[in-house]
């Protein structure tokens, strides 16, 4: 599946060299670790040490680790940072990224609908579910808030593969009563019932690995009555919730049609209740000032997908009014509307976006660079997911999940020339993808690793 993997340089036997002491481990590499948008921690030549409940127990120079007697894993010549985090990816639609030429509404149509109608298939389904959460791994994500499709069935095989996988799971049945195809409409308490049967089972799975996030896919296509039951459910189970605010303009004006009582977009979702600090809504791009404020008083999390927002040509977010509303920001690749899965290329889309509303306002606001993107990806989707104490960085006592990368591949010089941290960081944000990505861990254990893929 990879096309890349022999640019891949691997040195098995630096891998090799482990020598088993202790349950702690310590990685060798230089650590690039986020600390606040414009600000992050680069040791040298660092390691992080990692206990055998798979927590981080120290972060320093590898000289300070030298009395110590414990397991050691030397990825010298690579970065270790934290594991990516999605905070908006629809799984049903991997196969069918990147199909240029539509909007929202009819991209939907043509494309989206179709694809999650093949969902009724338990073989598609577990086919899909399989390739998705290894091409996740691949790309560096070792946490996604992820959409499945309606279907039951199809949800409950991807939650199957989600906990085989090793990752970071968040995930929910899409949920849609109205204005939907009828291939795909439910029914209102059918839906609830099914979803409310998913997260019995799947949320807080392997120690809160696992979560469920109830998921009306957007207001056009739910109504009121489902949203209500979505705020009881994810109230009475502690659960999360995620769906779609102000995307484009045509979906705008529909929502101003179908709930002509509700001030705005925001307020719709403000008088079901399912406006929490555990809601992710994605994009958020045509919000005013006073559906910010609300949002805000709220605690809703924003997923800002700008690759999807590029693509299909829905708008140019307001990362900083966002943020400066005080709003928590993550990023989201939003597969399919986003036509890749790597957070990196994220990364850099979200700098160009914001680059893009620099140039519009005339240079008078601060634009996102690869500093902040770095933190949006990691520390800023921890937020997002309400996890900023168990994720995000490298700090002692968070869990260890963490990514090993090879920068050298996207320099042109090939990491000859000594380039400082903060040059080797912005190559990466704005060059890197999957190619980079040498192994990946979640609690500290390996999940993904190069060689093996190259093994299979
Ligand atoms: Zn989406």
């Known amino acids: 599946m990879r096309d890349n993997t022999s640019q891949k340089k691997t040195n098995a036997n630096k891998l090799d060299a482990v020598i088993e002491v202790t349950g702690q481990t310590i990685y060798r590499a230089r650590i690039f670790n986020p600390v606040s948008r414009s600000e992050f921690e680069d040791i040298e030549d660092g390691a992080i040490e990692v206990d055998e409940k798979g927590k981080i127990s120290k972060i320093a120079k590898f000289s300070e680790f030298k009395d110590k007697k414990a397991k050691i894993i030397d990825y010298r010549g690579k970065i270790i940072m934290p594991g990516l985090i999605d905070c908006h990816v629809h799984l049903p639609q991997y196969d069918m990224v990147a199909m240029d030429g539509y909007e929202l509404l009819n991209w939907l149509n043509e494309y989206t609908f179709p694809a999650e109608r093949r969902f009724e298939s338990p073989k598609l389904a ?11 791994k691949a790309n560096g994500t070792t946490t996604a808030a992820v959409y499945n499709t309606v279907h039951k069935n199809a949800t409950d095989i991807a939650f199957e593969e989600a906990e085989k996988s090793g990752l970071r799971v968040f995930m929910g049945k899409v949920m849609m009563d109205q204005n939907s195809p009828d291939f795909l409409q439910e029914k209102t308490e059918e839906s609830l019932l099914e979803s409310e049967e998913l997260c019995k089972k799947w949320h807080g799975r392997d120690n809160g690995r696992i979560n ?30 995620q769906t779609h605010l102000s995307e484009n303009r045509s ?6 049609e179908l709930f002509p009582q509700s ?12 406006l929490t600090q555990k809601t992710i809504m994605a994009h958020s791009i045509w919000v005013n000032p006073s559906e910010l404020k609300l949002l805000a008083q709220t605690s809703t999390k924003v997923a800002h997908c700008a690759s999807s927002n590029f693509f299909l040509k829905s708008g140019i977010f307001d990362l900083n009014s966002t943020l400066d509303a005080g709003v928590d920001v993550g990023l989201g690749s939003d597969v399919g509307g986003g036509p890749n899965l790597s957070l990196f290329r994220e990364m850099s889309n979200a700098c ?23 933190y949006l990806a990691t520390k800023g989707g921890a937020k997002v997911l309400s996890l900023d104490k ?8 968070k869990e260890a999940d963490f990514i090993v990368v090879d920068a050298t591949l996207v320099d042109p010089q090939n990491g000859a020339k000594n380039k400082s941290g903060k040059e080797i960081l912005s190559q990466l944000v704005y060059r890197a993808d999957d190619r980079v990505v040498f192994a990946a861990y979640v609690r ?3 999940i993904y690793s190069v060689l093996q893929n190259m093994k299979n």
């Not at 469920?212 to 919730?241: H, Q, W």
């Not at 519009?360 to 500093?371: A, F, H, R, V, W």
């Open 126 to 136: 577990k086919d899909a579910a399989s390739r998705f959460f290894h091409a996740l």
């Open 390 to 397: 168990v994720i995000g960085d490298l700090t002692p006592g």
């Open 263 to 274: 001030k705005n977009y925001t307020d719709v979702y403000y008088n079901a209740g399912i």
């Open 251 to 256: 979906e705008l004006s529909w929502v101003k």
């Open 352 to 374: 160009n976006m914001s680059k893009t509303r620099y140039i519009q306002e005339n240079g008078s606001t601060k634009n996102l660079d690869s500093i902040g993107a770095f």
């Open 212 to 241: 469920y996030a109830f998921t009306p896919r957007f207001a056009p296509t739910c109504s009121e009555k489902l949203m209500e039951g979505v705020a009881d459910l994810a109230k009475k189970y502690n659960a999360y919730i």
């Open 444 to 446: 500290g254990k390996n």
